[in-house]
């Protein structure tokens, strides 16, 4: 298909000085400017314009994650992931990837216990490419059982690379599994290999006829497009795949916990002991989320903060210590860790973290440490629109998870409000004993055993 | 896992006539063979075939008086601003020949304390400010970097911060007691990693004593580092005089000059020149290199050779080699290994091209019991670019891929800059990234089958592979005598 005329990009000045799309103002924050469409068969799709450089991005968000599988199929969503990539009718096995990044693009797929995200970014000429190649394994899927046990093969070397064969891999699947009582969160995104290794045909075209449908997803478009006319095509390549049942809502409710959880895991693959400690806490974009994203700045973003200045830089009991929630739609896991010190106890280690969790409830929070967390956060809101992927992705993501892509221009805002009071609040309601589940790894020997004398680096 | 090794083509700007490659993509015969089983074309999809014609935007210039080089891209789309300044010969290429891992050890301490902030001050002030202020030198670079970035409102107070922290510097003994702690625990934590012990084994393999063999200090050099020596490598090697600056953000020439001239005014001309650097040594015989590392469950495998430098005649074409083999996922790495095979979740390859003669490797991480046949094919892969004419389609896809991502950079001027740096440090000529995608569109399959022929003679290429002896050392003789390794890099016998 041709395309309009090769179009040249003014530059004035030598430098990038073009503002369109996101406006600025001297003090006003920048906003991200879009429109928001539902098409006839329920896909929804929001544009955002700017014309700052010649790209775009397309992200599509299905409303799908592990939160979605049942017992015996873990692993499911995100194997689908990969057949997205095995062909559909008018694209074949593996052309996907060459057309992207022969045209000069690139490309990717993730999957999350709340969503599966696609994405292409592309120079603005490609557009009719991203669209065709999106509608196309949107509308039909080639699943046949070669393509899938190739990616069953691919998925199960996934799993050891990024689990199985690191140390504490098992660590966080050991966690979930012991915090969550509802299965929606209790098991991995990446699943079982036995599961894996169980799917067939059949699972893989009735989980894409339920969920990979146009009413259960959101696209997003951001960068050098025109409004009308892109809607104009997306009706085209989207508006005939024909809308489905909605796939049944996940249960998500987590019983309170009452009491403490605890599970001493080995790992013939560590070599130091790993602590981690977790809270229930509530869904993201919650006032008491908000604030507890305020508390894990202060405890653990960067070397002026308190986990690091006392139990690293004073105590030395750690190298690195983290403290913080993820993004999750659902009930949420407020996350505590670190490696242990060579030669320093993980029981000291942990009795050191529990003192640090204490005085943030009852001592007093400083004026910096509540300045540090606003302007993080007006950081990490600008550095989030510099790429028309990350808007893309971001605005597709919000309207999937809280029915609101707004969200892109005012999060950030709800941090800047949290005081000194919110955050000791929250750190009394959910930093409790009774509330924690607590994982300690330790290194097993492997067998047969080291010789002695071989060992550097410092043991 | 290790950026410096990482071929840094990507990520351009482009400058291309469309007309050839319609052209080209006419005459290339229809129903050709794919590269591999591992893709099938269709060839439904609508593609444009122009190519984007955008202008580079070019840097800003200036020279100032103590040497230092100001480089800036204006991007006043958000409020933020961005810096980096190399500082030539101060390098992890620099340590002295005793104190292997000084320089990089100089740059973490320079954080640690001057002579009127404390280490609590320093991360404090500019944490409170969402800035943020670095300082490294690992490797065997040949500059130390300082990164510095933060909201526009607050650059200025930033770089106070930075330049006190360059030209200040007070390396505290407590502070130099508690890092050499806690740098002696990252030594532990990476030795548990599969790609670290490949990458370690490798680059010995590959670079002999020569600087870039190190990829990380020992424990030895730690623990008999001083203050006196930290701050002689400083006082010695943090010069201004070809220092480079590149800034890209919501400011002007003008400010940026202006402030760079008053925070880092005071530091002086030392009038030394930077030492040239030496290519390695010829590698030895050895074949295969296998680090035991028990209870793996997957084997971590690099093949690679020496290759050339960043100003060789044959890096465009060597480039170009590089994306056919194994360049992202259209190489035939990847879809051999993974698309047809299904034996792993990825298989690239990259080229290393410093100053000083690098190298070209392939990297994967494989199912264990097909170690054996995944690096036959690897091998294969190799020999295939040698003996095989690439055929026209997937040649001219390679060649279109590499010029038509540039657009993309145009979203990151950081990127743009960078070439600019790049074309500083190397001294390329002026019209080198503009004339990128003509030479690279004119380079032919006889070069590319040439450049395989020269550089990747299967006598000169090294296999390293970690994973468990006990079940892949045997299927790993086949390749060449192997010399075992236990995971804390101590040669055992086998």
Redesign the interface.
């Given at each position: 298909m041709r395309t309009r005329l090769i179009r040249a990009l003014l530059l004035l000045g030598g430098g990038l000085s073009v503002v369109l799309g996101v406006s600025l103002g001297a003090a006003a924050p920048p906003r991200v400017q879009f429109t928001d469409t539902h098409l006839k068969n329920g896909l929804r799709v929001i544009i955002a314009e700017d014309h700052s450089a010649p790209v775009f991005s397309i992200a599509i968000t299905y409303n799908v994650g592990s939160r979605n599988e049942r017992l015996g199929r873990t692993g499911f969503a995100h194997l689908f992931e990969h057949m997205m990539f095995k062909g559909s009718p008018n694209v074949g096995s593996g052309e996907h990837f060459l057309l992207i990044y022969t045209n000069g693009g690139d490309m990717n797929g993730s999957t999350s216990k709340d969503r599966t995200n696609y994405y292409e970014r592309l120079p603005m000429n490609q557009l009719d490419l991203a669209l065709f190649l999106e509608s196309d394994r949107m509308r039909a899927l080639d699943i046949n059982k070669a393509n899938l046990d190739n990616q069953i093969g691919t998925v199960s070397e996934e799993r050891k690379q990024g689990v199985d064969n690191q140390p504490y891999g098992k660590t966080s699947e050991t966690i979930d599994n012991l915090a969550y009582t509802n299965f929606a969160y209790r098991h991995s995104v990446i699943g079982s290999l036995d599961d894996l290794r169980a799917a067939n045909v059949d699972d893989v075209a009735a989980f894409f006829k339920m969920y990979y449908a146009p009413n259960n997803a959101v696209l997003a478009i951001a960068g050098d497009v025109k409004n009308e006319e892109l809607l104009a095509k997306v009706r085209q390549y989207f508006e005939s795949i024909p809308r489905q049942p909605a796939p049944p809502e996940v249960e998500m409710t987590e019983p309170p916990q009452t009491e403490e959880r605890r599970q001493t895991i080995d790992d013939p693959l560590a070599r130091l002991a790993r602590l981690d400690i977790v809270y229930h806490v509530p869904q993201s974009l919650t006032p008491d989320a908000d604030a507890l994203s305020v508390a894990g700045t202060i405890l653990s973003s960067g070397r002026s903060s308190r986990l690091y200045e006392n139990i690293v830089r004073q105590k030395q009991l750690s190298s690195s210590v983290f403290a913080s929630a993820g993004e999750s739609r659902g009930p949420g896991l407020f996350r505590i860790g670190g490696l242990v010190m060579p030669n320093k106890s993980v029981a000291d280690l942990e009795q050191a973290v529990y003192e640090e969790v204490e005085r943030l409830k009852t001592g007093p929070i400083e004026a910096w440490e509540i300045e540090k967390a606003r302007n993080a956060a007006r950081r990490g809101f600008l550095s989030s629109l510099t790429s028309s992927l990350s808007r893309a992705v971001m605005l597709s993501q919000l309207a999937v998870f809280y029915n609101d892509p707004g969200l892109i221009n005012t999060r950030y805002e709800r941090l800047s409000s949290i005081t000194a009071a919110d955050v000791q609040r929250v750190a009394q309601q959910y930093l409790t004993p009774q509330n924690r589940t607590v994982v300690v790894t330790n290194p097993k020997p492997a067998a047969p055993a080291p010789q002695p004398g071989s060992q550097t680096g410092g043991l | 896992m290790n950026a410096k090794r990482m071929l840094t083509v990507a990520g351009l700007l482009?400058l291309l006539c469309?007309m050839p490659l319609a052209q080209v993509a006419m005459q290339s015969p229809a129903g050709q063979a794919p590269p591999t089983k591992?893709?099938?074309?269709?060839g439904?999809?609508?593609?444009?075939?122009?190519?984007?014609?955008?202008?580079l935007?070019?840097?800003?210039e200036a020279d100032l008086p103590n040497g230092i080089h100001l480089m800036i891209?204006?991007?006043?789309?958000?409020?933020?601003i961005a810096m980096q300044m190399l500082i030539p010969g101060a390098g992890g290429y620099y340590d002295p020949a005793d104190a292997s891992g000084l320089a990089g050890f100089t740059a973490s301490m320079m954080?640690e304390g001057t002579a009127t902030r404390t280490?609590?001050q320093?991360?404090?002030e500019?944490?409170?400010?969402?800035s943020s202020v670095g300082v490294s030198a690992g490797g065997a670079g040949e500059s130390a970097t300082l990164v510095v970035s933060s909201?526009a409102d607050n650059f200025d107070k930033t770089l106070d911060l930075a330049a006190d922290i360059l030209l200040n510097p007070s390396f505290p003994e407590a502070e130099l007691a508690?890092y050499k702690?806690?740098?002696?625990?990252?030594?532990?934590?990476?030795?548990?990693?599969?790609q670290f012990l490949a990458m370690e084994r490798y680059s010995r393999v590959i670079y002999g004593d020569h600087p870039n063999s190190r990829v990380m200090p020992?424990?030895e050099s730690?623990d008999k580092t001083t203050h006196d020596a930290l701050a002689a490598f400083h006082r010695a090697h943090y010069v201004p005089d070809q220092a480079i600056v590149a800034i890209v953000g919501d400011i002007t020439l003008a400010d940026a000059r202006k402030i760079i001239e008053i925070r880092f005014g005071a530091w002086k001309k030392a009038d030394v020149t930077v030492p040239p650097v030496q290519d390695p040594a010829p590698i030895g015989p050895g074949k295969v290199y296998l680090v035991d590392?028990?209870?793996?469950?997957?084997t971590s495998l690099i093949v690679g050779t020496p290759a050339i430098n960043r100003t060789s005649p044959d890096y465009d074409v060597v480039s170009l080699l590089n994306a056919i083999i194994g360049g992202?996922?259209?190489g035939r790495l990847f879809?051999n290994l993974?698309?047809?095979?299904?034996?792993?979740?990825g298989a690239y390859s990259s080229v290393s091209a410093p100053r000083f003669r690098g190298d070209w490797s392939a990297q994967t991480?494989?199912?264990g019991d097909v170690t054996e046949q995944a690096v036959g094919e690897i091998l294969n892969e190799v020999n295939r670019t040698r003996t095989e004419p690439i055929p026209d389609k997937e040649f001219l896809?390679?060649k279109?891929?590499l010029?038509?991502?540039?657009?993309?950079s145009?979203?990151?001027?950081a990127a743009i800059l960078n070439n600019y740096i790049t074309s500083r440090r190397y001294n390329l000529p002026a019209s080198y990234w503009d004339m990128y995608p003509e030479r690279m569109m004119s380079v032919t399959k006889e070069q590319v089958q040439a450049a395989a022929v020269k550089y990747l003679d299967p006598a000169r290429l090294r296999i390293v592979a970690v994973g468990d002896a006990r079940k892949i050392g045997d299927g790993l003789k086949k390749f060449g005598m192997v010399e075992v390794y236990?995971t804390?890099?101590?040669l055992k016998t086998f």
């Open positions: - | 482009v469309a591992g893709v099938v074309l269709k439904k999809a609508p593609v444009s075939n122009d190519v984007l014609k955008v202008k935007p070019r840097p800003q891209l204006e991007d006043h789309r958000l409020p933020q954080l280490s609590q320093i991360a404090q500019q944490e409170t400010m969402a909201l508690r702690t806690r740098q002696k625990a990252q030594l532990v934590q990476m030795r548990m990693m599969p020992t424990a730690i590392r028990a209870n793996s469950v997957q992202g996922p259209t879809l993974r698309e047809e095979k299904g034996w792993t979740y991480e494989i199912k896809d390679k279109r891929s010029v038509a991502n540039f657009a993309l145009l979203e990151t001027p236990d804390d890099g101590k």
